[in-house]
């Protein structure tokens, strides 16, 4: 159950893969969704897809006036804004020799200085009714395992969390949580596009033996941004299939 049947949820990178997932089962549970995305005609297509009550609003998390034009347009709308998830992320691969302070800059502003103004944007409005439930997207890879090629990745995913544990404790004193969930590999187009022998090696390598779904993610935010989840934050769920196991 969330904040009633009528709980506002922004979810960023929502117009595709996990992001999707987690939309999809906010939606489903009741929620009215907004989809943020900077790819505009996907976040409408999603939006129309959903079921009940949405909203598309295309926005680039690296922008604080877009994040910022985000969170009132929601407000604007709908009056408040209960539920933020920080989920849009990229994850292009890149060698230690080749990987390039450009390529750097853009994982870094993409997976972690959008968390910091997409949170600077909803938190007003959340501190005003002393209520709000911030998931992010974070990841196995950083946190907890590395891969060789996604160095700058693994860094973002890891980053995200030391911000997490600071802003949490800064929004304690309110009904505010602030907490990340951890995906292994999940069948998204994203992780498709690394080929099938990339897959059967993650397969292998998986105690369920299955990639992740989106919406096994969105199951998992769903609790996070639960109201009955209101003590706990700055925790982190992984949801894997068990590969950090071994
Ligand atoms: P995806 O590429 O399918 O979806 C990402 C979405 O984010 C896209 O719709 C894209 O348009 C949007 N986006 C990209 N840059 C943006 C920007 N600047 N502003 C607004 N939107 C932007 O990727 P995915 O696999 O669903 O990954 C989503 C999140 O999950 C990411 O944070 C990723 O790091 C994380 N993650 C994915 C996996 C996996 O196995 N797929 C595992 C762990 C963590």
Not at 4 to 25: F, L, N
Not at 129 to 154: C, D, K, N, Q
Not at 166 to 187: F, K, S, W, Y
Request: with cysteine; hydrophobic share 40%.
């Amino acid at each position: 159950r969330m904040t009633g049947d009528d709980a506002v949820a922004i979810v960023t990178g929502a117009a595709s893969g996990i992001g999707r997932g987690i939309a999809e089962v906010l939606a489903n549970e009741g929620a009215t969704v907004v989809v943020a995305d900077i790819d505009e005609d996907a976040a409408r297509e999603t939006a129309d897809e959903l079921s009940g009550e949405t909203m598309a609003v295309p926005v680039d998390v690296t922008d604080p006036d877009e994040t910022n034009a985000l969170a009132e347009a929601v407000v604007d709308e709908y009056g408040r804004i209960d539920i933020l998830c920080a989920n849009a992320g990229i994850y292009p691969s890149a060698p230690l020799n080749e990987l390039s302070t450009d390529d750097w800059d853009d994982v870094l502003d993409v997976n972690v200085k959008s968390v910091l103004l997409s949170v600077q944007a909803c938190l007003p409005h959340m501190k005003a009714r002393e209520y709000g439930r911030i998931v992010l997207t974070s990841s196995i890879t950083g946190p907890m395992v590395g891969y060789p090629g996604w160095a700058h990745y693994g860094a973002s995913k890891a980053a995200m969390l030391g911000f997490m544990r600071t802003a949490a404790m800064e929004v304690a004193d309110a009904d505010i949580t602030i907490n990340a969930v951890l995906p292994g590999n999940i069948r998204t187009g994203g992780l498709d596009d690394l080929g099938e022998e990339y897959l059967d090696r993650m397969r292998a390598s998986i105690p369920k033996g299955t990639l992740g779904t989106p919406e096994d993610i969105g199951h998992a935010v769903a609790y996070l941004a639960s109201e009955e989840a209101g003590y706990v934050t700055g925790a982190t769920l992984v949801v894997d299939g068990g590969q950090t196991l071994p």
